[in-house]
């Protein structure tokens, strides 16, 4: 125990103690957060493009895609990736180990089972989002665009992308809250994450809810944090257009 | 039996002792789904007409009770209830002891509190959306507010909420899979004992993913076909 630690009053040695890493822990769910974030929308755009593709075999690979993912639970993914990943680069490092004598190992650590997971499972809710935002973009705009003889990409960048946004953030945000707290789940599979150091520490020294409740409240802080910030980037997107008087 | 064990003769994993432990889990997980929803939905429903309350004392409660189990991930509230009952001052002598001593019940507390936050919620947008002709319409007929909520209100805003609601049924049913973690063998915790015993992961979480699509596709069915008969209604006519 740390000298510092000492000489607070008794009451709040534990948390003195074991608070600290505990704020680390928040950091490390921040990070898986935002990295599974960004993986979900680059597997989300991908998602929604290979959608509402011409083609028909990407189409069906998409459609499996969000359909299986979406009908299992998180946990149940998780550690089918985790666990089954392990397995995979285990008898994938044997084969190169038998095949070309070469020594590697591959080691599939609970973060990067983590991120992927969160990121593979949210990339299908990402998909249905950005299809619906897709289709919500007029196509007669599309057309002004073909008829100014913009190719497909500048229509993309210049028309569809901007006006996509709008109507795509109250999706993304949504599912970015759910994300947030799907981060939790990463405790689990043994990331060090602040819900797995608080449940550690509960268990320690017995006392839930001194670790339990601080968790929980910086998980309300990070939630609304974002709803604030989601408003105002709604706000920020939503410019120039009318709203429905209601 | 015979056929089955025939069936899994040359199978060392899907055997009658491991399909028993997966039926286990699976009677577990749909009796925690099931009461959690029940549970769930009868707190939701005075809780949203308690929400829409135009006083803020009766309102804001319940408001302050929907962000708090909306915006904490469900595992903390399941950690909370599961650890924290067991230190409640002299539980362990009471006669709710061997209640709280099985997971069961500490799951099944907080997946209804957590499924009647987000039911309330639901509830609330589609009280909120009734169209004022109706209730104009209820006021000309000299109802009271009560007979109103019963007979104008609700029954069309439950009709507003069902799409909603089955999303919520299955996030629910997802969730729940988080009961594994407090030593309830559910779905999940038999395909956890599976793996563990057999150090067989694909086998034993594809079997169970399976099982969950399985029964997500047939929520999804049902719930479409109430659909159907119920918003019949608001269908344009063909």
């Known amino acids: ?246 | 039996m015979d056929w089955l064990t025939a069936l899994l003769a040359d199978n060392s994993i899907f055997n009658a002792t491991t399909l028993a432990h997966y039926w286990s889990g699976f009677t577990t997980t749909v009796q925690l789904v099931f009461l959690s929803l029940v549970a769930g939905g009868m707190l939701a429903i005075p809780l949203a007409v308690l929400r829409v309350s135009p006083n803020p004392w009766i309102s804001k409660p319940v408001w302050l009770f929907v962000y708090l189990f909306r915006g904490t991930p469900l595992l903390i509230q399941l950690y909370l209830i599961y650890y924290g009952v067991t230190l409640i001052e002299g539980i362990q002598d009471s006669l709710f002891w061997p209640v709280f001593q099985d997971a069961f019940y500490p799951c099944l507390i907080a997946f209804a509190l957590n499924t009647a936050a987000y039911t309330t919620e639901i509830l609330r947008g589609a009280i909120a959306t009734t169209s004022q002709g109706e209730i104009e319409a209820a006021k000309a007929y000299g109802m009271s507010k009560g007979l109103m909520m019963r007979r104008i209100i609700l029954p069309s805003a439950f009709r507003r909420a069902l799409p909603a609601y089955a999303n919520e049924v299955i996030l629910m049913l997802h969730a729940s899979s988080i009961a594994s973690v407090v030593t309830l063998v559910d779905l999940t915790g038999a395909a956890r004992d599976i793996y563990a015993r057999f150090y067989a992961p694909f086998e034993a979480f594809m079997f169970v993913a399976l099982i969950y699509l399985c029964i997500t596709f047939a929520l999804i069915y049902l719930f479409r076909a109430l659909e159907t008969r119920l918003l019949a209604h608001l269908k344009p006519l063909s």
């Open chain 1, 1 to 246: 125990m740390s000298p510092f630690c000492q000489s607070v009053p008794a009451a709040l040695t534990n948390l003195c103690q074991y608070g600290p890493p505990i704020i680390d822990g928040a950091l490390l769910t921040v990070e898986v957060a935002v990295l599974s974030l960004l993986l979900s929308l680059g597997l989300g755009l991908l998602g929604a493009s290979a959608k509402l593709s011409a083609n028909l075999a990407l189409r069906s690979v998409a459609t499996t895609y969000t359909t299986l993912i979406r009908g299992v639970p998180d946990l149940v993914l998780m550690m089918l990736i985790y666990f089954g990943g392990q397995m995979a680069m285990n008898s994938l490092s044997d084969w190169l180990y038998d095949t070309f004598a070469i020594e590697v190992f591959f080691n599939i650590n609970e973060f990067i089972a983590g991120v992927v997971t969160i990121g593979f499972i949210f990339g299908a809710y990402m998909a249905e989002t950005f299809r619906g935002a897709f289709l919500a973009v007029d196509g007669g705009q599309i057309e002004a665009g073909k008829a100014y003889g913009m190719t497909r990409w500048q229509i993309f960048v210049r028309i569809v992308f901007p006006q996509m946004v709008r109507h795509a953030i109250p999706g993304i945000g949504n599912n970015w809250l759910v994300l947030l707290k799907t981060t939790a789940l990463v405790s689990i599979i043994g990331l060090s994450d602040m819900v797995r150091l608080a449940s550690e520490a509960a268990k320690a020294v017995h006392e839930p809810f001194m670790f339990f409740i601080p968790v929980a409240l910086a998980y309300l802080a990070l939630t609304s944090l974002s709803e604030w910030g989601l408003n105002k980037l709604e706000h920020k997107y939503s410019a120039g257009v009318r709203r429905e008087a209601n």
